[in-house]
């Protein structure tokens, strides 16, 4: 009973406190006070605009040059092995490993040669003399298997990137 007569009692106060929240507001008065606070943004002038400066044409002097997104030649397949161009024509000491490319579950290697060109190599690939086979590329580091000695049996060796 107390409980009802508790619950009751804060109805009705709820019920006078939302009766006097919507009496008639004066909106005249808020206008006018909007129109005070609004004045300086309104009576704003334009502004003149700074005299432009005009710059040099600067040229770029490697447009000619050879682009690294581009296909040029056949030189950035590894696939050379055996016709005396791309990385056929370095030894494997000269190579440097400078990164690795994946996409999905491929991956190549770049290598640098001394040339300064760029070539990209995916497992099973020839490249260098003496005749080396891409055995395997992870994130860090390439395995070659290098043919060497009289017997020409796969030796591995391994290239991490920074090497």
Known sequence: MRRRRLVGMLKGALLVATLTGCQQAD?????????????????????????????????????????????????????QFGQGGGLAAFSLDELDLVGVLGRGPRRWALFEAPDGHLYRVEEGAMLASPPARVAAITVEAVRLEAVTGKDYRWKERVMRVGE
Request: hydrophobic share 40%; no cysteine.
């Open 27 to 79: 909106l005249e008065a808020l206008d006018r006070r909007l129109a005070r606070a609004l004045a300086p943004e309104l009576d704003r002038r334009p502004v003149a605009l700074p005299e432009v400066v005009s710059l040099p044409v600067l040229h770029y002097r490697y447009a000619n040059a050879r682009s690294p997104f581009r296909f040029e030649g056949q030189g950035l397949d590894g696939q």
